[in-house]
DNA sequence: CTGTGTGAAGGCTTTCACAGCC
DNA sequence: GGCTGTGAAAGCCTTCACACAG
């Protein structure tokens, strides 16, 4: 749908806006401006500008957005028109703590099963979903269509179980592990490294 | 100790090489070039120098960077060098989990405290930690000198709860709210939004 | 000769300013 | 008059090229 290849950062705040027009649409607000609806994601309106003519032209001069076409648009672009299922692998305390954590599924995806190298060891608690074996992650993924995984497993193994998951045909991960992982151009890779935060908001600090 | 303001991306590399020199020291390795520690951390020779030349002159011509001076420079820039107090808000699913992942002490980091708005629901997890009532933060907050806090409240009550932290005197907040915090100047915030991270992926799934 | 430190060049994002449409 | 769409300018960050120190 693009025209061209929207920046990375762009891509980002989409889903920031994405999440105040579910805000508007909510109070039954119609139309917005680039004003408003920026305020409201937290970045200048001209950015807002730019980032949505990568779609086109989406608004009406002298008028704004409107909510529901606008919120269509995003979700087609950010591909959570449908719910999209994912995978998560090792059940330690974060990644059940992420199975139990059902903000997701507001925005479209849901996790469809976990997976651990000891599915024992994560049964004492209640995930309402099944812990399954590593061995049976290849036939899961090929049947369910998965192509989204959460990786939660120990830095020691985060580039092997990466190795699977891309063999398995999984085309991006959000990795948890503090580790750079090493995948084949075509599949995604976004990081999330708590500890990292916390050190970076540590500089800041006086 | 820097000379100019560094930027904020090279503030957050900064992290990535002092985990890789973490992993030389372990190894015994006295000296490393900028072109070995940069493969290390992911990221370009030229890059990693520039980032370390905000510091002054830390490498020797010819030589490379002494593995131990440097480490040693980046834990007092990044404010590792002695353990830090965190406290934690908001004991859900996800606050809990933090709770018992130990990960971040081997970083300096330590969660001194989890607080709620109503601790008993918490208790039931052996978190291995008091959980207090929202009450009792502010007399905690000035005895222990926390500056930082991790902030897992639901969504509706972020900012709320995000003003008390100001007022308390906190100083840094890793947001896990999918909210734009409002906070005044001096004040640092650094959000980790997982439903985003994953319609970003989404986003670059064809 | 090896490998750092750094001015200059290049590339990418953000912001400005304003033309154009409702 | 109000507000979007967009070329141009500015700002920021990364990369290059090379001088210089060990």
Redesign the pocket.
Known sequence: MPKL?I????VY?LSLYYRALQRLKANAVET??????SKAAG???????????YF??????????SVSHLTQTLMEALGTARLQPVVLIGAGHLGSALVRYRGFEKEGFEIVAAFDADPERAQDVALGLPVLPMEALRDFVRERQVKLAILTVPATVAQEVSNELVQCGIQAILNFAPTILQVPDGVVVNNVDLAIELENLSYFIR
Chains 1, 2 share one sequence.
């Open positions: 290849e920046p990375r950062k762009a705040r917005v401006s680039s004003a408003a609806l970045v200048k309106p001209t950015q807002l500008r730019k980032d949505l003519a086109g032209q989406l608004g009406t001069r002298g008028l704004g957005y």
